[in-house]
Structure formats: C-alpha cells, structure tokens
C-alpha cells in the first residue's frame, strides 16, 4: 500500500468520529472538534523538519 500516510492522517479523525458514534463522548459539535485537530495536525506536520538530502542508491541517486 503506497498510500500509508493518508490512511495513517486519516486516523485522528476516524477516532474521534467513531467514538463519538459510540458514545465514548458527546456527539455535538464533534466535527469541530474534528476540524481544529486536523488543523493543529497539519500546521504540526508542516513545521517539522524534513530531511531534503538525497538518498544514495545502488546505481545512482534516487
């Protein structure tokens, strides 16, 4: 599955809105809720450093 980062960024949100589907806590304004955890995640996942240098492979760089 080349696609783990979405299914793994997705995880949050999926939590949250099964949980409250299950009762685990209130269900109003749960997609708020939802909303600025998305938000905090991403701004998060944008500040943190990222190593740019390429990664040498065999028979040249990739």
């Known amino acids: 599955m ?3 980062p979405l299914a793994v960024g997705a995880l949050p949100s999926v939590v949250l809105l099964l949980g ?4 685990w806590w209130p269900s109003h304004g ?3 809720v939802t ?3 998305n938000i905090v995640l991403l701004f998060a996942a944008a500040a943190a450093p990222v190593d ?5 492979v065999a028979g040249g760089i990739r």
Do not use: H
Not at 20 to 23: K, R, S, V
Not at 52 to 56: E, G, L, M, N
């Open 35 to 37: 909303f600025a955890v």
């Open 30 to 32: 749960i997609e708020y």
């Open 52 to 56: 740019a240098s390429p990664v040498p």
């Open 2 to 4: 080349d696609e783990w």
């Open 20 to 23: 409250a589907g299950l009762g």
